[in-house]
Each structure stands twice: as structure tokens, then as C-alpha cells.
């Protein structure tokens, strides 16, 4: 399987892992583990222990857990850019390029996400390179994440793994600044994101 083709089924199957573990979700899971075997080691093996998870738990304990994990927990945020603007106006700003990006590949955010959500992104990411460029930039908000997943020690923090695995390295500045987030967490000041709050399912055409 050739890089391209890999890199995109490992995001396609990343997505769905790290998505609300419904039922349609779980019923993609024997095909997510058939496809897990033309990836390499690495980004597969993070994979295969979560599909190994969500195969062996009840539905009821891992929706359960789910919430728990990405709904009261604040650093286990699955908006990534949450980590470096916080709930501040740049994060506004932030959301309009990550909206533009589904837009140029003709695509759009459904189910009312907002367009920096990390299934959402990686669903890009497996058929444009602009979603690879979104998470290459928010390397650092994917390295807080899979350190806070790790301390509650959440199976999902595998996900993360694979992900990570697939982009470049962190360079200095992205771990210095990891460390100061991690220190004094996300940037805090209250505005209302509503126009942020809603992607046209259309992708921009009327």
C-alpha cells in the first residue's frame, strides 16, 4: 500500500476510533480492524488495541466512559484548538481557517461539529492534504491531549499515538510551548463562539 493511500486509511480508521461510540460506529469496527493490516507497525498497533477495546467492552461502558472522558474532562478536549486559544477570540479566528480548509476540498462539517474537532479533522485529512496541514500546525494540541489521555489512563490516548506517528516530528518551539500550556493550560477569556457553532452541511454552495 503505498504512503498516500496508507496515510488515509490510518486517518479514516483514527477517526472513527476516536468518535462517540454509537452504534454505527461500532458496527465499522470489523471492517476498521481488516484495514489496520496494511499499515505499518506503528501507527497500526496503537489502532488494533482500541478496536480490541471497543470489540471487548459492553456498548453501555464505553459510551459511559466516553463522556467521562472527553465531556467532563477540560485537557482531554477533542477541539484542537482549544489548547492554544483557550475560549478567546483568536480561537474564533483560529475555527474560520479551519472551516475555510473543508470548504476548499469541498467538504463540510455534519452533526453540528465544530470544524477543529479531531474525527472531523483526520476525515480531511484522508482525502486532502489541508487536513494534514491543520494538524501538523496543532502538533502542540495534539501532544497536550495524548499527555492528559495518558494520565487518566484512557485507551484513547492510542489513538492519539497513531496520529502523532504520521507527523513530522515535534520540533523545540512546539515542545516548549506544550510545556507552557501544560503549565498554565489553555488561554481564558469568555466570548460567544456562536457563529462558530454551526458548518454548512452544503459546503459552502447555495
Known amino acids: ?112 461539529e465544530l470544524p477543529d474537532f479531531l474525527p472531523a479533522v483526520l476525515d480531511l485529512a484522508a482525502v486532502d492534504d489541508g487536513g494534514w496541514r491543520l494538524l501538523r500546525e496543532n502538533r502542540v494540541g495534539l501532544d497536550l491531549l495524548a499527555e492528559a489521555l495518558g494520565r487518566e489512563k484512557s485507551v484513547y490516548r492510542q489513538a492519539v499515538h497513531a496520529v502523532r506517528e504520521m507527523l513530522p516530528p515535534a520540533q523545540p518551539g512546539d515542545i516548549a510551548a506544550a510545556a507552557r500550556l501544560a503549565r498554565t493550560g489553555p488561554p481564558v477569556e469568555q466570548v460567544g463562539l456562536e457563529p462558530f457553532g454551526l458548518v454548512d452541511t452544503t459546503g459552502g454552495r447555495r
Open 1 to 112: 500500500m503505498s504512503q498516500p493511500t496508507w496515510r488515509a486509511v490510518a486517518a479514516r480508521a483514527a477517526s472513527l476510533l476516536l468518535r462517540y461510540p454509537d452504534e454505527e460506529v461500532l458496527a465499522a469496527l470489523p471492517t476498521v480492524r481488516a484495514a489496520l493490516d496494511g499499515l505499518p507497525d506503528a501507527v497500526a498497533g496503537p489502532l488494533r488495541d482500541l478496536v480490541a477495546h471497543r470489540e471487548t467492552t459492553a456498548p453501555v461502558d464505553l459510551r459511559s466512559a466516553y463522556v467521562e472522558v472527553f465531556d467532563f474532562r477540560r485537557r482531554c478536549c477533542l477541539h484542537l484548538t482549544y489548547y492554544t486559544c483557550g475560549d478567546t477570540r483568536r480561537r474564533g479566528e483560529a475555527l474560520v481557517d479551519f472551516a475555510a480548509a473543508y470548504k476548499r476540498a469541498g467538504l463540510a462539517v455534519v452533526d453540528g
